[in-house]
């Protein structure tokens, strides 16, 4: 059987943004990267010494100024050394503060590279993720996909194999996770509807590698799986009649 878990708040689509409030974004992102060019070297002296948390208040303090719900860390960048990493935990209220905050950003470099977004992980079946000492690694992920191809997302129900002995916090944080590490934070919030943990494997589940294959072709307009397909039914549409 499935536990239905949530479904996102708007499927990340955001509200028409005003004149006035697009101004006010603009306004403080470019205050936060003032903020930043004068942090820069303390930044980098931080990251030099392997001790990211120096900087954690000032950049805290700093992107407040953006708003004070959005969140950052500091990463291995992909093109780049660093990367600065900004994000709204998928709230599509606060998309117009992260979309004026990446635009005034200046250009990527060999030092750094910024995000407005918790980007993909490039290969999730590589992550193994930690709960209290045990390794679930995301290789072991199966993703039973419904498309809904008119409203342009995708129902999941998401399965491992060691859901059994997680207690349900943790059981929910290993359901979302490898979403998020396999699509990237704004892919996840604008594509993917309600997501439901299985109890037991699903018939004609996929892994994740195909799942991002499928979730990249519906957002780029392509017809998915169709939603007639089996894939991704639960158990009790399979069997109606238990």
Do not use: C
Not at 51 to 62: G, I, M
Not at 75 to 82: F, K, L, S
Not at 209 to 227: H, I, N, Q, S, T
């Amino acid at each position: 059987m499935f536990e239905f878990l949530r479904r996102r708040r708007g499927h990340g689509i955001s509200a028409p943004v005003s004149r006035s409030d697009g101004q006010q974004a603009r306004e403080r992102a470019d205050m936060f990267w003032q903020r930043w060019q004068e942090l820069l070297p303390e930044v980098s002296a931080a990251l030099g010494d392997g001790e990211p948390h120096r900087v954690d208040h000032q950049l805290a303090e700093a992107l407040a100024l953006v708003h004070p719900d959005l969140t950052f860390s500091l990463e291995r960048g992909e093109q780049a050394i660093h990367a600065l990493v900004v994000s709204s935990r998928a709230d599509p209220e606060l998309r117009v503060y992260t979309d004026a905050w990446k635009a005034a950003a200046p250009p990527s470099d060999s030092q750094w590279e910024y995000h407005d977004a918790v980007p993909a992980v490039p290969d999730p079946t590589q992550v193994t993720v930690n709960l209290h000492g045990t390794a679930y690694p995301l290789a072991e992920v199966r993703v039973a996909p419904q498309v809904d191809t008119a409203a342009g997302l995708i129902d999941v129900a998401v399965y491992h194999p060691g859901f059994a002995a997680l207690a349900d916090a943790e059981r929910r944080a290993l359901t979302f996770l490898p979403l998020e590490a396999t699509l990237g934070e704004r892919l996840a919030a604008d594509r993917v509807g309600r997501v439901e943990t299985a109890e037991r494997e699903p018939q004609d589940a996929i892994g994740l590698l195909e799942f991002r294959d499928l979730v990249r072709e519906l957002d780029a307009g392509g017809p998915g799986r169709d939603e007639t397909d089996t894939t991704g039914k639960s158990e009790m549409d399979a069997r109606p009649g238990e």
